[in-house]
């Protein structure tokens, strides 16, 4: 299985490896799997554990595979693993009731346009409407938004940035197989108390020790989050490196659209 999983390039494909696993094999095969790349991805062994996680996260958090989510922690704590738990884990954010205080776009009429207005002008965007669309509050808008051509890194992660946010559009932008592998990406949503921990807790491995640690200290942040950080700090102390993965592809790129 292992040698399986390291030949293969694109974390989607290692996310349905994962699915299969689970629908072939069950939710203990899969902890298995889990914790063995938790493990591998703390002590520095290779970069595949580093990459195990990131493609349970993207399976977790697409449409179907977040029902794994409840068996998956249930087998976990049953084996007394609370790291990979955590990992798993799924509480609610923080500032849900702010997080919906948000403003719709409007028109040169100033009638606030309509929820198939704004997906389509996010279809095809310019930069006018882009710098528009960044506010939106529906994840059906930013999903169109996030598939343009047209959109920057620092785009995507103004959006992933906001404050107040909507949880439900910061799932969308780490659903994002094209923009989740950007390092600022990343650091922003996990930076931002909107997100749900649940996601907080999955990208958090991927984030550089410095960062870890700062978030860790931030009390905006939610406590499961704080913890999971607090935790993961813990073991490096202990004697356990934590080495960041290879593949932050967007830390050091020019901001320019990124291709389809």
């Known amino acids: 299985m292992a040698r399986r999983l390291a030949s293969l390039a694109e974390h989607e494909q290692l996310a349905s490896v994962l699915r299969d696993v689970a629908a072939r094999e069950g939710a203990g095969e899969l902890v298995s799997l889990l914790a063995a790349a ?3 991805h703390r002590e520095g062994r290779d970069a595949l554990g580093g990459r195990i996680l990131l493609a349970a996260m993207i ?3 697409r449409p179907g595979g977040d029902a794994l989510g409840p ?3 249930g087998e976990a704590r049953a084996r007394g693993l609370e790291g990979l738990a955590g990992f798993l884990d799924d509480p609610p954010p923080l ?6 205080r948000v403003q719709i776009l409007k028109g040169k009429d100033g009638r606030p346009l309509t929820l198939g207005e704004r997906k389509s002008l996010a279809r095809n965007p310019g930069r006018f409407e882009i710098d528009r669309l960044l506010q939106d509050p529906a994840p059906e808008v930013v999903v169109n938004l996030l598939a343009s051509s047209r959109l920057t890194e620092i785009d995507v992660v ?3 940035a906001k404050r107040p946010a909507v949880p439900e559009v910061l799932r969308v932008v ?3 197989k094209r923009w989740v592998m950007r390092y600022r990406v990343r650091l922003a949503l996990v ?9 907080g807790v999955k990208i958090a491995p991927l984030l550089l020790e410095q960062d870890r640690r700062r978030l860790a200290a931030d009390h905006t942040l939610h406590p499961r ?3 999971f950080l607090s935790r993961s700090l813990r073991r490096g102390r202990d004697g356990h490196a934590e080495e960041i993965l290879p593949d932050m592809d967007g830390l050091d790129e020019d901001l320019e659209p990124a291709d389809t």
């Open 38 to 40: 938790l493990e591998d």
């Open 158 to 160: 103004r959006i992933a």
């Open 225 to 227: 989050l704080r913890e």
């Open 191 to 199: 930076s931002n108390p909107y997100l749900e921990p649940s996601l």
């Open 174 to 176: 780490a659903r994002s």
């Open 59 to 61: 399976l977790l958090t």
């Open 95 to 100: 500032f849900l009731d702010q997080a919906r």
């Open 71 to 73: 068996s998956l922690r």
